[in-house]
C-alpha cells in the first residue's frame, strides 16, 4: 500500500496550494481519507476528512471556509485545496486513508504515507 502525497511547496501569505495523494494497493472506493499536519515543533493535528462515499466532510476548525478537500475514484487520489494561506498554516502534510470515521478522532491509521512540506512566507 502506498499513500504519495505531493503539491507542497513554498507560497506567500494569501496564496493557494492543492496537495494531491496518490494511493494505491488498497480499494479506494472502500476508505474514507483524511489529510492530517504537524507544524514544526507541534503535534500532528487533524486537518480535513472525506468519507468513503465522498458524501460526507468534516473540517478543522481553523482551516474550514479555506480549505476543501475532494477525491477523484478514477485516479485514486484524494486533494486538499488550500485558499488564503497563513503562516499558521506551514507545517508538513499527510494523507492517511482509514475505515473508521469521524477520522477527526484518530490517532492511529490504517494507512498513511509519507508527508509534503508546505512552507508559507509572511
Known amino acids: 500500500v502506498q499513500l504519495q502525497a505531493c503539491g507542497g511547496g513554498l507560497v506567500q501569505a494569501g496564496g493557494s496550494l492543492r496537495l494531491s495523494c496518490a494511493v494505491s494497493g488498497l480499494t479506494f472506493s472502500s476508505y474514507h481519507m483524511g489529510w492530517f499536519r504537524q507544524p514544526p515543533g507541534k503535534e500532528r493535528e487533524f486537518v480535513a476528512a472525506?468519507?468513503?462515499?465522498?458524501?460526507?466532510?468534516n473540517y478543522a476548525d481553523s482551516v474550514a471556509g479555506r480549505f476543501t478537500i475532494s477525491r477523484e475514484y478514477a485516479k485514486n487520489t484524494v486533494y486538499l485545496q488550500m485558499n488564503s494561506l497563513n503562516s499558521e498554516d506551514t507545517a508538513v502534510y499527510y494523507c492517511a486513508a482509514d475505515g473508521r470515521w469521524p477520522m477527526v478522532t484518530l490517532t492511529t491509521f490504517d494507512y498513511w504515507g509519507l508527508g509534503t512540506q508546505v512552507t508559507v512566507s509572511s
Open positions: 472525506i468519507s468513503w462515499s465522498g458524501g460526507r466532510t
